[in-house]
């Protein structure tokens, strides 16, 4: 490892027990000057989770403006579909994933006005597109219109329609319901009735919960023992039991910790040492474990998880939207 040293964060520090903020921000900002590069291409269909990703992380580091605004405008909008929904990419088709993403992005830049001004259809319309999707049966929501349901997917449209104002157009205490029937014994969540507990599913049904208002149906004391027993040894967290740590685990687990005022039981500084060895410190970027490749997913939702874990210097992030809270708050006050 080499001896770089980060933007104001000098002083005795061992070289793996800092955040590399500056060479972070440099590998998200290269990410889009790589269009010559095979691997940039082949993950055309990401791209639009990709700005998200990037632009969060860039938010969490304080240097929001490190994406030019204008231009990340203009993305968004090119991958604006005729059903109001977005693709991944300009000529996608539309996915609840790229429209949830759309609609953090715009909220993220104060873009919302330039959707209806500019947009093939306004907030309404990203609106209608998403309640387009719920199964008004059972309450749970698909990701496109010939998609699988996935509690991603009820999570998302509930994030995306009450940043825009419009959770009134879908069946709240149904898509609740449905979130009710997820639960395991275990008190975590899986991905649909009956499946096996999943850290990750456990984070949307638990932000759906509480977008929706009803964090008082989880149990917390039982689901809080079942997250907290996923930390390892070496500090890392895992997604289910007998699984491998991983990075993005810092997020999916300990956003879910928050939610439910656990946070606390795990500990915060074996994770945050963990985290702090997956970075590439000549390069930037974090991977899911030490010496792995980095990817802009794992960058942002391991910073995610130093922000919960009150990482000095970070910005706070909000555990239900992943989002900057001061951003989360301003926006939701003004509805
Ligand atoms: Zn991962």
Known sequence: MSLVSGPGRGGGVATDQKLYVQKHVD?????????????????????????????????????????????????????QQDNGGFGAAPGHD??????????????????LDELEKRGRGGKEKVGSFIAGLQDRETGTFKGDEWGETDTRFLYGALLALSLLGLLDRVDVPKAVSYVQQCANLDGAYGVRPGAESHAGQVLTCVAALAIAGRLDLVDKDRLGSWLSERQLENGGLNGRPEKLEDACYSWWTAASLAMIGRLHWINGDKLTAFVLRCQDPEA???????GHMVDVYHTVFSIAGLSLLGYNGLKEVDPVYCMPKDIISKHLAKQ
């Open 94 to 111: 539309a996915h609840m994933l790229y429209t949830v993403s759309a609609v953090q992005i715009l909220v993220m830049v104060d873009g």
């Open 284 to 290: 930037g970027g974090i991977a899911d474990r030490p």
């Open 27 to 79: 590998y998200i900002k290269g990410l889009d000057t790589r269009k010559d590069e095979l691997e940039y291409w082949l993950t055309e269909h990401l791209r639009l989770n990709g700005v998200y990703w990037g632009l969060t992380a860039l938010h969490l580091l304080n240097q929001p403006e490190a994406l030019p605004r204008d231009e990340t405008i203009d993305f968004v909008l090119s991958c």
